[in-house]
């Protein structure tokens, strides 16, 4: 028989992370070990360089070992969904306005995190591991050399890719990752983003146009999605990693931001910081958390954005010059140990998202529906679950949303959401590594 309290302890306590059917601990690598004590020493005390706070003041010995024999159970039983086996029979996706056929465009390379469209048709996919890919009209999967050393461990790796909007011209292509380096014999890493051009399937001139400071002990956090503005900047999300006291509210550090660059890295003469002495220059938005999520609206310009929360209070925010997004000194949600972060979730000079979710979704992959396609979907917000393995659709009306809808139910982990150039939603699911072209059925 399972243990109910240790089922009720997981779903509460360890879903939001870990996914409420325990995706995240398959296939991963146990760098604190896997066994029943390993886990016990995890669950009491916490690894917080890796995002894993300590429990010991919420479980007695006898609840962390319950809880640990539930996730071992649960890993042993679990049934991986393989979407290949069951295509034929499953993969036909209703809603209530527009049902879908998945169409598989790559699978097999591990924690796809990242999308590009080329203008030929081809895609430029990431990998959490540190790969990236070339995707082939034929659908091949080709392998692109020299890429920069990232440190893949924890929330770190190879995570977003964009095109330059000139790319046709220029051929620039940017990366996001996580850049390691030594220091004082620890290991550190950071957000950082590289430009570069390919040649031959290999990146070349490449430069690092900005670097996350100050680097940090920990492996979470590192925010990282890029998009260009219709000024022409670059805007990209950099995560608090996992310090909400020193860094999202202080302008003095580049940590729980996002910022604004011009396309080689220099300052845009009109960002909201750039006369500020004791601020960083680049920075757009402070009081940030994790965003994960960031795209343009395609009829106002806007910049839209959401952010991981903690245990509760995952946000859709509008990203305004200046704005103080408010993390961590007001917040809908609670610490991951279920002891209170704040008590207040509004304060004067900080914004109110435009939505939040309650559990969190862990949201990951923002885009708007455009185009012919999806006639009933025009408008919409796309936003990839990776906690419940769906694909969440948000109408919004006059700033309010008024209709949200869970797709793709149980399609696996959605890393990202991209509309392609061809049209078409296009979802990246992690472990197995599938890419996905949403195509209407009737």
């Known amino acids: ?37 390993d886990l016990f020493k995890a669950i009491k005390l916490g690894y917080p360089d890796a995002g894993m706070p300590s429990y010991a003041a919420t479980f007695k010995d006898e609840e962390a070992y319950a809880l640990a024999d539930y996730i071992l159970n649960g890993i042993k039983n679990r049934e991986r ?27 097999g390379a591990k924690s796809f995190w990242g999308m590009a469209f080329l203008p030929n048709g081809e895609m430029l996919v990431t990998s959490k591991t540190g790969a990236l890919y070339k995707i082939g009209i034929d659908k091949s999967m080709t392998p692109v050399k020299g890429v920069p050393e990232v440190n893949a461990d924890g929330q770190g790796g190879l995570m977003d890719v964009i095109l330059h909007p000139d790319y046709t011209s220029n051929g620039w292509i940017y990366l996001s990752y996580s850049a390691i380096k030594k220091e004082n014999n620890q290991s550190l890493s950071t957000t950082a983003i590289v430009r570069a051009i390919i040649k031959n399937n290999e990146l070349q001139d490449k430069i690092i ?86 795209t343009i609206h395609p009829v106002t310009g806007a910049l839209w954005s959401h952010e991981h929360g903690p245990r509760g209070g995952d946000e859709i925010n509008i990203i ?13 949600g609670i610490n991951y140990n279920g002891t209170v972060l704040t008590e207040k979730t509004a304060l004067p ?9 309650i559990p969190s979704i862990a949201p990951s992959g923002m885009a708007f529906v455009t185009g012919n396609k999806y006639k009933n979907w025009q408008g919409d917000v796309m936003v990839g679950s990776l906690r419940f393995n769906y694909l969440n659709r948000c109408a919004f009306k006059d700033g309010k ?14 890393r990202d959401v991209k509309m392609g150039n061809d049209g078409y939603l296009y979802v990246a699911v992690e472990n197995p590594g599938f890419i996905f072209r949403l195509l209407p059925a009737n």
């Open 1 to 37: 028989m399972p243990d109910t309290a240790a089922a009720a302890n997981y779903a509460s306590y360890c879903a939001s992370c870990h996914g409420d059917k325990m995706d995240a601990f398959v296939d991963r690598q146990w760098k604190y070990g896997a066994s029943r004590e």
């Open 81 to 107: 969904y393989d979407f290949e086996k069951t295509a034929a029979k499953e993969n036909l996706f209703k809603s209530e306005q527009q049902n879908i056929v998945l169409d598989t465009i790559a699978r």
């Open 209 to 294: 146009i900005f670097e996350a400071l100050p680097y940090a002990r920990t492996r979470h956090h590192y925010g990282s999605r890029m998009v260009f503005g219709k000024d022409g900047m670059l805007y990209f999300s950099v995560g608090e990693r996992g310090n909400e006291k020193q860094n999202p509210q202080f302008t003095g550090n580049d940590l729980g931001k996002i910022h604004r660059i011009k396309d080689d890295g220099s300052i845009p003469a009109d960002n909201p910081f750039v006369n500020n002495k004791e601020a960083k220059a680049s920075i757009f938005s402070y009081g940030n958390r994790n965003p994960q999520g960031l």
């Open 320 to 332: 305004e010059a200046g704005k103080n997004y408010g993390w961590p000194a007001i917040s809908y």
């Open 349 to 357: 000079g900080m914004e109110q998202p435009l939505h939040y979710w």
């Open 401 to 414: 949303l008024v209709k949200e809808e869970l797709l793709l139910k149980n399609v696996g982990r959605v």
